[in-house]
């Protein structure tokens, strides 16, 4: 079964249970300052996890494009890929875990016909000290699903330490078994949503070989123990909690969120334990063994080199067309380190000519179909990822020559972060190549094992984790602003941006859109297109218009409506490919006019007197105010 299929079979499927499809939110978050990416399925759905009215209802599937960046230095296994898209289906307080997993266990067994014996199931153990039971209720659902179909499915604890036991259904601690953003119940910030899950396994057979340990040597194997038998399918999220000063509450609305990898899935319905088997990556896997004569899956190392290109590369050119473009500060600079590790693992393989414009275009053509806006930004995806091919080649050059003056020992500088006194490269100097140079630490071994010269590897390695460390800070955030918060400052600047907005076009034209927003409780930023810097003039109108209509108390009003309707009243909205057929649309008296989401003041005396702080250029037409209320 393709991928395509199996997305459409799912899409269709909860559709014929009265969910309504909802199109993919971008990669860049919208005025969320918290996270750089969408690295979930459910972070788009936060202000409607958290009781704000959906416009397209509350039963919704969809099909999410998600991004992580901690994965981009493990990447090169069979199983993980910095991007990927997530399979959700929502109720905002409609069903509940009845329904949930009597669809779910219908969808797998019947829709893409997985084999029920093959199928493990987790749950929830409980966390007496936070007064949440064990999940006994979700237990005999699934019990009551296997019945049906002849199945024995026995329940078993601490299945970490026993093993399998003869069991279907295992109770986990909240490490594996409860779902927030923010991972346990300790590290929920005050407003944060979450609650039990239930993780669906898939077992790939004893065939593996893999069964009877796990890679824990004194363990035996379990469906959590990432030996290779299991994989992760899906998880049924019971979002029925929110933390708050007094401890966890549970939310009005009880809600589900379902998360499950497409591309896991299809691995799990062609039986191959390597999602990169998969049709998905057939054609980039083609293009490469064609350049490299190398053939996928006969040596370890090459096999790695493969998987982290395809991975890197599909992953470039999604972020490229949501807006990322390969920069050296933040969203960007994930998108320029991808397809630089790509070039250096494609030195795994032997290619030396430029590839990664070819291997762009195949995952446009793939994806085309599903995500039509990448046939559009084509010409863009290939001109951003074929400069940044270039400049990489010539940034090797360059850090195997500071390689070579380092290794002689030549000091430019008394303070030269790169002077090694002795025969060897110190974890500074290797963390200084590779993050000044982007040189990778493979080719620094191995230029280094060349000169018969050591590389201070457990130093490199701590440096790099605290980098990794911070880089997943970045990813994660701290889990509140933008969408997520409804608090009374980011509310005000969020309203305040509307105004704004209007109050640009009318100074500087109609071509005048947002490229993007960052608020905070402090502040606004945003980013507008524009190819000239603003005079002082300028700016000091779009102030005088923004704070006259604030003092016209002017009521925020908003209505549900279709996007055709939106448009014909002339509403401006972002990211409108993310639309679905209903919308909200926000209007501030007869000046303002805009699709969004949320959160908003209900009057515009609301906000106090607003101020820009700086204008400046944000990239190539495109400028950036910041901006207060006082």
Known sequence: MKASELREKYLKFFESKGHVIVPSASLIPENDPTTLFTSAGMQPMIPYLLGEKHPSGNKLVDSQKCFRTQDIDEAGDARHTTFFEMLGNWSLGDYFKKEQIGWMFEFLTKEIGLDSKRIYVTVFRGKEDIGIAKDEEAVKLWQEQFAAVGVEAKAVDLAEKNGLQDGRIFYYDETKNWWSRSGVTANMPVGEPGGPDSEMFWDFGAELGLHEKSVFADQPCHVNCDCGRFMEIGNNVFMQYIKTDKGFEELKNKNIDFGGGLERMTAAVNGTPDVFNIDLFAPIKGILEKLSGKVYNQDQKETKAFRVIIDHLRAATFLIADGAAPSNKEQGYFTRRLIRRAVRFAHDLGISKSFCAEVAKEVVGEYSDFYPYLLERQTKIIKEITEEEVKFKKTLELGIKEFERVQSNKRIMDNDPCSDLEDRISGETAFYLYQSFGFPIEMIIELAKEKDIEVDIKDFSQKLKEHQDLSRTASAGMFKGGLADAG????????????????????????????????????????????????????????????EQIAKKLPVVMKEMTLDEARQMGATGVFENKYGDKVKVYSIGDFSREICG??????????GHFKITKEESSSSGVRRIKAVLE
Do not use: C
């Open 488 to 547: 009374v400052e980011t509310t005000r600047l969020h309203t305040a941006a509307h105004l704004m907005l209007e109050a640009l076009r009318r100074v500087l034209g109609d071509h005048v859109s947002q490229k993007g927003s960052n608020i905070t409780a402090e502040r606004l930023r945003f980013d507008f297109s524009h190819g000239e810097k603003m005079t002082p003039e300028q700016l000091k109108q779009v102030e005088n218009i923004v704070n």
């Open 598 to 607: 949320g959160p908003h003041v209900e009057n515009a005396s609301e906000l």
